[in-house]
């Protein structure tokens, strides 16, 4: 069983990079001049245009900065990992992905169940195999990313998240409703009753809009779960997991709509809900985690919480 715990980053780590390779050949293949996988002339053209040339060349990036990011957090000096640099790392890791990891293999399934098949909309000019190869590899991604933060996380400050978030402030709570919840309700909207013309456009399969919903509710979910006392204490690294993944989905999958806007089509409603979505989930989240790391040990409503907390997170915090 320990040798099993020790060697579980590092399958993790392997998982990660087998996930990002294929991702990385295929836009580098793009980038010089490939068509593979591209169906239709128009598709073509438009790979070769400023905005996809660019977004290739971010997201090919992006991956590979995850991918160190990951290597990082298994060396023997992760410990010594600026915290500033695990934050932004991890909360973009989480805003990307985390809607993927938990929507999208629910939302085959319904698909599957509705339709009777999965595939991707019919006028992409892409081949269905490029979409499988994508998706699948960013969920390998999600999983290996998730198992190999969450026990950083535990290792590095077990003990602080073994104390429930606390209920925010006035000041907190205005700014969390006023960038959660409108973004909770639109995503909520747009993946019941479909995108509309106000929506994200070409998100009108059964799979795309289940992701939308899970977005939705990951979003209500961080705003609600720190007025839960009673689930929160008893439970308080799932409450900081919601809370965490919540505001940073809010946070990050509304620029990421206007970025992936169809056509290059920004939608003023997306634009909107972005607007405020991204400052507002920003400040609660932040707010949370300033009124949780400054409140004294001595301020835990619960004295069991402390004592769990001592036999759950043995390696004390070391900084």
């Not at 990891?101 to 490029?130: F, H, N, R, S």
């Not at 996380?153 to 409703?177: E, F, H, M």
């Not at 620029?255 to 939608?267: C, E, F, K, N, V």
């Not at 949780?292 to 907390?309: G, I, L, M």
Request: charged share 10%; with cysteine.
């Amino acid at each position: 069983m320990f040798r099993l715990r020790r060697s579980a980053p590092h399958v993790a780590l392997a998982a990660a990079a087998v996930a990002t390779v294929p991702y990385v050949v295929l836009k580098l293949m793009w980038l010089s001049g490939s068509t593979i996988g591209i169906t239709d002339a128009a598709a073509d053209a438009e790979m070769e245009g400023t905005r996809f040339v660019v977004g290739n060349v971010v997201t090919v990036l992006l991956i590979l900065v995850a991918l160190l990011f990951l290597i990082a957090l298994t060396r023997p000096w992760a410990q010594r990992v600026p915290t500033g640099i695990v934050f932004v790392l991890g909360a973009g890791a989480t805003g990307l992905l985390a809607p993927i990891l938990l929507g999208l293999p629910l939302g085959m399934a319904i698909q599957l169940t509705v339709l009777g098949e999965v595939k991707p909309a019919e006028d992409t000019g892409m081949a269905p195999w490029v979409f499988g190869l994508v998706y699948s590899g960013f969920g390998l991604l999600a999983v290996a990313m998730a198992v190999l933060v969450a026990a950083y996380v535990v290792d590095r400050w077990g003990r602080l998240i073994a104390r429930p978030p606390r209920r925010p402030s006035s000041a907190a709570t205005l700014g969390g409703a006023f960038g959660l919840l409108p973004f909770a309700g639109a995503m909520g909207y747009w993946g019941t009753f479909g995108p509309g013309t106000s929506g994200p456009q070409g998100m009108d399969l059964p799979a795309q809009r289940t992701v939308l919903v899970v977005t939705g509710v990951l979003a209500v979910a961080a705003f609600v779960v720190p007025f839960l006392s009673q689930p929160a204490r008893r439970w308080p690294r799932i409450a900081w997991l919601i809370t965490w993944t919540g505001c940073c989905v809010s946070a990050l999958q509304g620029p990421t709509l206007i970025l992936l806007a169809q056509d290059g089509d920004i939608r003023p409603a997306i634009a909107l809900i972005a607007l405020m979505a991204v400052p507002g989930s920003a400040i609660y989240g932040l707010a949370l985690l300033r009124a949780h790391t400054s409140a004294p040990s001595a301020a835990v409503e619960d004295p069991r919480v402390d004592r769990e907390a001592d036999l759950q997170s043995p390696i004390p915090d070391p900084g």
